[in-house]
């Protein structure tokens, strides 16, 4: 569709516009406008602009419109929604996590510090790309291709892997030429991986935001700067060194096992090569490590610089070295035979040890810069006292272990013919005893988990009882009932579990840290399984390390499966959409600035294709803008905001409802949305209004403004009547998080914004800048 936003003709007397921003879970345009016939003004089928039919060429008759703004729709939802196939997405939820404690920096004065900080996670997201190739290559190259090719006893009967086995005799029989060819599938993991990112980079980091006049001044919130939502370059390099890192751990699997031979017994020039192949790993390795280390973002402007050098170098460097390695493990070596594990699946050990020491160095430059804020800073609530970012990246390594484990466990149990992969009479010796541990642990941090919900369902109870007096009181010339009043409490109650999730997280936190620990430990000094190290203990002891050893396999297979489930139903479900929405929009919302294989970031087309539709509307027309955003629609609202110029954004309003920025974006990001830089936004602009209840789970109050001028308005009565009445003949719902326009306020808050708006002198009329041909 043709669509032509250039305005011919100001009008002499402007139009005003309110700019509708949907939520969590997305709808239609039809929906958001309350018109089944809507036109598409800018965009495309993933993201545009929408408006009325009928309202197409308002610009043209301005006289018709009177006070009353024109609508538009900006629909967002497919950004984040699409088909099935999106769901596998979940699959790299670790990464996800491990970029938002990236975010999660607390504010500080120290400038070295946070980039520190920032450089601990990013080296962190390294280890994490790592561990997941890593875990294929265990799978491919030690249980398929080291252990079951080895071995008749699991060979025999697997026609796919016979001709490479040992017993087959044929020239892939070889241990080398079987790792060189298993190296294939994590080789191609790498790659989609690879892929993947560069796709959605030229989708997402690729789009330019609207480039202002001159430098940013000092003192500028970080939202505001323009390279805030361009992460070009940063991306591209991260996507090199993480895509080099994967290759170079591909190569390590291969060139470990054929060194270690060649050091006993191998000729002594395939000795030199080994150790050729060794040196130039080390190289490449701590070259793709000092680019992560350096892949800072350019916040101030736009920047565009190739980096060609590094690209070629990593890539090539790391491309050619894996080729080298497999034509050194697959050269002939009479009377080598695989035993036992593979050598280099050790390495599984050394992984968790580091990301154990990076989140506990992590943590304590949270703590450092969480004791010097910033002269403006307000603390109100931060959440975990600055230590979130290192609690959601424990989360993150906690979770890439734990899948990366249980899945090699239970590939190693399905070859093996037994219920756990560490032997019951199969001829697997299973994946290394860590990934076993770390599976085991699963039952006990699902207990933990149940414990606190526990304890969390009786305080709802608690509270719920609390407030039945105060739901009485809200409703004072109402004939009471206790099944409604304890239906309006349960509602106000379960609204405030949410400020309970950082006591949550840091309870998981704390037992997935000590448990991890414990499952490193209990491998190294036991040398087995849980199963196998219980051999000789009491027999409730053997009991209990075989249960946990079994269930943890299961449940981690199961939860895989359910995970991806779960992704195919909230892309194609708008229920259930918006069960898990708001986990993904806000892990989903940050730019990928620590790792390069997490999710795409969203909010880097939705932003500047808001700020470029508000500037040029409001350039071309002189008209005053509206920005009315709902749910995770009110975060991009703001940042839209943030990124117009200071004479545009002094003509535009904020109306937020449903709205998260305090009470969730400002406790556990408040480097960016604490409550001094929400001051700042309201200080720029000073036409904000924020419609919440309390019956909202997610949003809340933002706190700001003077007593003779608040932002907040609310709480809004929610149900809107208790009983029935002649206003109201049928039982008012809760509404909770949604239909906040249904409330009168709404309106009413809408027009007092739109009359403390500017209006602008001396605008010469002219014709249409809205209408769409074609």
């Given at each position: 569709?043709?669509?032509?936003l250039?305005?011919?003709?100001?009008t002499?007397t402007?139009l005003?516009?309110?700019?509708?921003?949907h939520?969590?879970?997305g709808t239609t345009p039809?929906q958001?406008?309350?018109?089944?016939h809507?036109?598409?003004?800018?965009?495309?089928?993933?993201?545009?602009i929408?408006?009325?039919?009928?309202?197409a060429?308002?610009?043209e008759?301005?006289e018709?419109r009177?006070?009353?703004?024109?609508?538009?729709a900006?629909c967002?939802?497919n950004?984040?929604?699409?088909n099935?196939?999106?769901a596998?997405w979940?699959?790299?939820?670790?990464?996800?996590?491990?970029?938002l404690?990236?975010?999660?920096?607390p504010p500080t004065?120290r400038t070295?510090?946070?980039?520190?900080y920032?450089?601990?996670v990013?080296?962190?997201a390294?280890?994490?790309?790592?561990?997941?190739?890593?875990?294929?290559?265990e799978v491919a190259?030690?249980?398929v291709?080291w252990?079951c090719?080895?071995?008749?006893?699991?060979a025999?009967?697997?026609t796919?892997?016979?001709?490479?086995?040992?017993?087959?005799?044929?020239w892939?029989s070889?241990?080398g030429?079987?790792?060189a060819?298993?190296?294939?599938?994590?080789?191609?993991?790498?790659?989609l991986l690879?892929?993947?990112?560069?796709?959605t980079?030229?989708?997402?980091?690729?789009q330019?935001p609207a480039?202002?006049p001159?430098?940013p001044?000092?003192?500028?919130?970080?939202?505001?700067l323009?390279?805030?939502?361009?992460?070009?370059?940063?991306?591209?390099?991260?996507r090199?060194?993480h895509t080099?890192?994967?290759l170079?751990t591909?190569t390590t699997?291969?060139?470990?096992?054929?060194l270690?031979f060649?050091?006993?017994?191998?000729?002594?020039?395939l000795?030199?090569?080994?150790?050729?192949?060794?040196?130039?790993?080390?190289?490449?390795?701590?070259?793709?490590?000092?680019v992560v280390c350096n892949a800072?973002?350019?916040?101030?402007g736009l920047?565009?610089t190739?980096?060609?050098?590094?690209?070629?170098?990593?890539?090539?460097?790391s491309s050619g070295t894996?080729?080298?390695?497999?034509v050194?493990?697959a050269?002939?070596r009479?009377?080598w035979?695989?035993?036992?594990r593979?050598?280099?699946?050790q390495?599984?050990?050394a992984?968790t040890?580091?990301?154990?020491g990076l989140?506990a160095?992590l943590?304590?430059?949270?703590?450092?810069l969480?004791?010097?804020?910033?002269?403006?800073?307000e603390?109100?609530?931060?959440?975990l006292?600055g230590l979130?970012?290192?609690a959601v990246?424990?989360?993150?390594?906690?979770?890439?272990?734990?899948?990366?484990?249980g899945?090699?466990?239970?590939c190693a149990a399905?070859?093996?013919?037994?219920?756990?992969?560490?032997?019951?009479?199969?001829?697997?010796?299973g994946?290394?005893a860590v990934?076993?541990?770390?599976?085991?642990?699963?039952?006990?941090?699902l207990?933990?988990?149940?414990?606190g919900a526990?304890v969390?369902?009786a305080r709802?109870?608690?509270?719920?009882?609390?407030l039945?007096h105060e739901?009485?009181?809200?409703?004072?010339?109402e004939?009471?009932?206790a099944s409604?009043t304890r239906?309006?409490?349960r509602?106000v109650?379960?609204?405030?579990l949410?400020?309970?999730a950082?006591?949550l997280?840091?309870?998981?936190?704390?037992?997935?840290?000590?448990?991890g620990?414990?499952a490193?430990a209990?491998a190294w000094a036991?040398?087995?399984?849980?199963?196998?190290v219980?051999a000789g203990?009491p027999?409730?002891?053997r009991?209990?390390?075989?249960?946990a050893?079994?269930l943890?396999?299961?449940?981690v297979?199961?939860g895989?499966?359910?995970?991806?489930?779960?992704?195919?139903q909230a892309?194609?479900?708008?229920s259930?959409?918006?069960?898990?929405?708001?986990?993904?929009?806000?892990?989903?919302?940050?730019p990928?600035?620590?790792?390069?294989?997490?999710?795409?970031?969203y909010?880097?087309?939705?932003?500047?294709?808001?700020s470029?539709?508000?500037?040029?509307?409001t350039?071309s027309?002189?008209?005053?803008?509206?920005?009315?955003?709902h749910?995770q629609?009110?975060?991009?609202?703001a940042a839209?905001?943030?990124q117009?110029?200071p004479a545009?954004?002094g003509?535009?309003?904020l109306?937020t409802y449903?709205?998260?920025?305090?009470?969730?974006y400002?406790?556990?990001?408040?480097a960016?949305?604490g409550?001094?830089r929400?001051?700042?936004?309201?200080?720029d602009?000073?036409?904000?209004?924020?419609?919440?209840?309390?019956t909202?789970?997610?949003?809340?109050?933002?706190?700001?403004?003077?007593p003779h001028?608040?932002?907040?308005?609310g709480?809004l009565?929610?149900?809107?009547?208790?009983?029935?009445?002649?206003?109201h003949?049928?039982?008012?719902p809760v509404l909770g998080?949604?239909?906040?326009?249904a409330?009168?306020a709404f309106?009413?808050q809408?027009?007092?914004?739109l009359?403390?708006?500017p209006?602008?002198?001396?605008?010469?009329?002219q014709?249409?800048?809205?209408?769409?041909?074609?």
């Amino acid at each position: 569709m043709a669509t032509d936003l250039d305005t011919g003709a100001r009008t002499a007397t402007p139009l005003a516009l309110e700019l509708l921003v949907h939520g969590v879970g997305g709808t239609t345009p039809q929906q958001m406008l309350g018109d089944p016939h809507t036109v598409r003004l800018a965009g495309d089928d993933t993201a545009g602009i929408h408006r009325r039919s009928r309202d197409a060429d308002a610009e043209e008759h301005p006289e018709q419109r009177g006070d009353e703004p024109v609508q538009e729709a900006y629909c967002w939802s497919n950004l984040t929604s699409g088909n099935g196939s999106r769901a596998l997405w979940l699959l790299l939820l670790p990464f996800m996590v491990t970029n938002l404690a990236h975010w999660m920096r607390p504010p500080t004065r120290r400038t070295r510090l946070a980039r520190g900080y920032e450089v601990i996670v990013r080296l962190l997201a390294l280890t994490l790309t790592v561990l997941l190739v890593a875990a294929v290559c265990e799978v491919a190259l030690d249980i398929v291709g080291w252990q079951c090719a080895g071995r008749a006893g699991c060979a025999r009967g697997r026609t796919w892997l016979g001709f490479a086995s040992a017993e087959h005799g044929g020239w892939w029989s070889q241990p080398g030429r079987r790792l060189a060819l298993a190296a294939a599938a994590p080789v191609a993991l790498t790659g989609l991986l690879w892929w993947l990112s560069h796709r959605t980079w030229y989708a997402y980091e690729s789009q330019r935001p609207a480039i202002r006049p001159g430098p940013p001044p000092p003192g500028t919130p970080p939202l505001a700067l323009p390279g805030f939502w361009y992460g070009r370059r940063s991306v591209a390099r991260l996507r090199t060194a993480h895509t080099a890192a994967g290759l170079l751990t591909v190569t390590t699997a291969l060139c470990v096992p054929a060194l270690a031979f060649d050091t006993e017994h191998g000729d002594p020039a395939l000795r030199a090569a080994g150790w050729t192949l060794v040196g130039v790993l080390a190289a490449l390795a701590g070259t793709a490590g000092a680019v992560v280390c350096n892949a800072d973002r350019t916040l101030g402007g736009l920047d565009d610089t190739p980096d060609l050098r590094t690209t070629r170098v990593l890539l090539a460097g790391s491309s050619g070295t894996l080729v080298a390695a497999a034509v050194y493990g697959a050269w002939s070596r009479p009377g080598w035979a695989s035993e036992g594990r593979l050598p280099s699946a050790q390495a599984f050990s050394a992984v968790t040890i580091c990301q154990g020491g990076l989140i506990a160095a992590l943590a304590l430059c949270a703590v450092l810069l969480h004791r010097a804020p910033p002269a403006d800073f307000e603390d109100c609530g931060v959440a975990l006292r600055g230590l979130a970012g290192p609690a959601v990246a424990l989360l993150g390594c906690a979770l890439g272990g734990v899948l990366t484990g249980g899945v090699a466990q239970r590939c190693a149990a399905w070859l093996d013919g037994g219920p756990t992969s560490g032997g019951h009479g199969g001829p697997l010796v299973g994946p290394p005893a860590v990934l076993t541990w770390e599976a085991s642990v699963i039952p006990a941090v699902l207990a933990l988990l149940a414990l606190g919900a526990a304890v969390l369902a009786a305080r709802l109870r608690r509270r719920e009882h609390a407030l039945r007096h105060e739901v009485e009181q809200m409703y004072p010339h109402e004939e009471h009932h206790a099944s409604r009043t304890r239906l309006i409490a349960r509602a106000v109650a379960r609204a405030g579990l949410t400020d309970s999730a950082p006591m949550l997280v840091a309870v998981v936190c704390a037992a997935a840290f000590a448990l991890g620990g414990g499952a490193v430990a209990g491998a190294w000094a036991g040398g087995g399984t849980p199963d196998e190290v219980a051999a000789g203990a009491p027999g409730v002891l053997r009991a209990l390390a075989g249960t946990a050893q079994y269930l943890g396999s299961w449940l981690v297979g199961a939860g895989v499966v359910a995970l991806v489930a779960l992704g195919r139903q909230a892309y194609r479900d708008p229920s259930a959409r918006r069960t898990v929405g708001i986990l993904w929009d806000v892990g989903t919302f940050w730019p990928r600035a620590a790792h390069p294989f997490a999710p795409p970031c969203y909010a880097e087309r939705a932003v500047p294709d808001l700020s470029w539709r508000m500037a040029s509307w409001t350039q071309s027309t002189g008209g005053r803008i509206i920005i009315s955003g709902h749910s995770q629609g009110s975060v991009l609202a703001a940042a839209a905001v943030w990124q117009l110029d200071p004479a545009v954004r002094g003509r535009v309003a904020l109306l937020t409802y449903g709205c998260p920025l305090a009470r969730l974006y400002g406790r556990w990001f408040p480097a960016h949305f604490g409550t001094a830089r929400l001051r700042d936004l309201h200080d720029d602009m000073h036409v904000w209004s924020n419609l919440w209840r309390r019956t909202d789970p997610i949003g809340g109050p933002v706190g700001l403004g003077a007593p003779h001028d608040p932002v907040d308005c609310g709480p809004l009565l929610d149900p809107a009547a208790y009983g029935r009445s002649p206003a109201h003949p049928l039982p008012e719902p809760v509404l909770g998080h949604s239909d906040f326009q249904a409330d009168p306020a709404f309106a009413e808050q809408r027009a007092l914004l739109l009359a403390r708006l500017p209006e602008a002198k001396g605008v010469p009329a002219q014709g249409s800048s809205g209408r769409s041909s074609g």
